[in-house]
């Protein structure tokens, strides 16, 4: 590991805890490493495990004085920065270091333009105002890669795209020229060609500015890609470290090795195929652009677009591509929950023209798992009263055997029936998933839309969830549209594929096809983007 003497950034025994007496919870407990100009070093490990809690300790940033620092200590150039007095803290954050966070539509302001986002860290920071500031924010949107800087100026955030975004939150952090940037999970909620271009562009600076990065993720494929060294964390504390061909090569600790081996296995060989269970031809769900006092509709948002596919009993069929692409509005098109025109087929019986009021008895056969668990989770329901709502709205068995089904379902979902008088928010969010496919299986369902319900996951339990999907669909032989923009986690599952781009399919084939011998310049694109190669798709 880097000498102490030769580094920027030494943090020694670092301990973390909240609340006092016998409510105090650690979240960080004998946490050290080191930090030296260039270097890149990724901390890694699952939710909960002290990653963000440890970088924001750095900064100052955690909830004082609920927040307290049992022990440890945070040296930047040789001077203890933890407990810091406030001035001193502020002369540091921006000035000498950076933060990048995770999610940069809740870190920018919805009401300011990204020139006065931006700007007011020179201004606050540096005293830089007038013509040189806007020069200034000029070259760092520049120098991040932001298409059109000029005309951009004005934008709100909600006017950017999410790997947009994420550039103008770089931007800012590199305002004042740091020495260290610390990126917390910069890319885990975009598409894979844009984490693509985040990672590359993240490398090129840390190259062109001599700067160090200290990169917190829990995806250990990215680490591969540009971290120097690692460090393991579970429970708050690190149970590995080291250079990371040596982690990758020898991992020592079983933790470790656990997550090197949580990446979902490759599918195995495919259910017997059944019958047809649902099926599309030339589906199109298209938006009207209406302007006018009258509100006329001048032309059409086309968000699915001619889309037709078959999916038979006991086999899935992943539906890939980035945000926008139209991968969620034909899930819900196909399940008649928003307009559609086209023919779509259940069980051989066209269901395109039934009245809404006579669909009811069929969504029963047809559910969906989505994104969000927590978001589509009632938060006033007990999981028994989420997971018997179906139940009850379908008119299915009386109390009692509502009840045997509810404990059935948990039970198949590897939970144990005892949760059931529990509440969503005391679970974690795999735990939640699990809730969600529950509610969608004690119905006995034909078909189910998973709409990305592991992206949201850290990789271990991705792959349970992954593994789950499996026995439940071997068990039942059911029927999967699968949506996601993980291909790694699509290529566990589906044995057909289709790839999306502007509400149209580009490719379409057996999953092994596509995978191995993509023929489309945009699927091209994707498969090395998955790879967390900079690759621009055409």
């Known amino acids: 590991m880097t000498d102490p003497q030769d580094s920027l950034l030494v943090i020694s025994d670092l301990g973390v805890a909240f609340g006092r007496g016998a409510s105090q919870a650690t979240a960080a407990k004998g946490v050290s490493f080191s930090l030296r100009k260039g270097e890149t070093l990724a901390l890694v490990g699952e939710s909960g495990s002290g990653k963000t809690v440890t970088a924001l300790s750095i900064l100052g940033l955690l909830p004082y004085p609920l927040a307290h620092h049992p022990a440890g200590s945070i040296r930047y150039r040789g001077e203890e920065m933890l407990n810091a007095s406030e001035e001193k803290l502020r002369r540091v954050r921006g000035n000498r270091i950076g933060m990048v966070f995770q999610e940069p539509m809740t870190s920018l302001n919805p009401l300011h333009n990204i020139e006065k986002q931006v700007g007011e860290v020179l201004e606050v920071h540096a005293g830089i105002t007038g013509d040189a500031k806007r020069k200034r924010v000029l070259e760092l949107l520049s120098l991040v890669g932001l298409p059109d800087v000029e005309k951009r100026l004005g934008a709100l955030p909600h006017e950017l795209s999410g790997g947009q975004r994420q550039r103008v939150m770089i931007a800012m952090a590199l ?86 081996a949580a990446q979902p296995k490759p599918k195995a060989e495919a259910l017997p195929a059944g019958d047809e269970i649902i099926a599309a031809e030339n589906l199109k769900v298209w938006f009207p652009i209406r302007r006018g006092i009258i509100r006329r509709t001048v032309d059409h948002i086309k968000a699915v677009d001619g889309v037709s596919f078959s999916i038979a009993a006991g086999r899935t069929l992943g539906v890939v591509g980035e945000s926008g692409s139209g991968k969620t509005t034909l899930g819900m098109g196909l399940l008649r929950l928003i307009g559609s025109e086209g023919v779509i087929r259940f069980q051989g019986e066209c269901i395109d023209n039934v009245p809404s009021k006579n669909l009811r008895s069929l969504r029963r056969h047809m559910q969906i798992v989505f994104q969000d668990p927590f978001g589509s989770l009632s938060p006033r329901l007990s999981v028994g009263q989420i997971v018997e709502e179906g139940l009850i709205v379908h008119k299915l068995g009386a109390a009692s055997e509502r009840d045997d089904r509810v404990a059935e379902a948990l039970r198949e979902v590897g939970l144990d029936p005892a949760v059931r008088h529990r509440y969503p928010h005391e679970f974690s969010g795999g735990q939640r998933q699990r809730i969600a496919i529950a509610r969608a299986i004690v119905l006995r369902p034909k078909f189910l839309v998973l709409d990305e319900p592991t992206s949201a996951l850290d990789v271990s339990v991705q792959a349970q969830i992954v593994d789950l999907l499996r026995d439940l669909q071997a068990k039942y032989s059911l029927a999967y549209m699968f949506i996601s923009h993980d291909l790694r986690v699509v290529r566990a599952l589906a044995d057909t594929l289709i790839v999306m781009k502007d509400g149209t399919v580009r490719e379409s084939g057996t999953a092994e096809q596509v995978f191995t011998a993509p023929q489309d310049p945009y699927t091209k694109a994707l498969m090395a983007a998955a790879l967390h190669l900079a690759v621009t798709p055409s």
């Open 175 to 260: 305002a004042l020229n740091p020495d260290i940037l610390i990126a917390d999970e910069p890319t885990t909620a975009l598409d894979v060609t844009i984490q693509a271009q985040i990672l590359e562009l993240l490398r090129d600076l840390k190259q062109r500015l001599g700067m160090a990065l200290l990169f917190i993720t829990h995806d250990l494929t990215i680490v591969r890609q540009i971290a120097d060294t690692v460090c393991v964390m579970k429970d708050g504390a690190i149970v590995e470290q080291g250079r990371v061909a040596d982690i990758f090569s020898s991992p020592q600790h079983d933790y470790t090795k656990r997550l090197l």
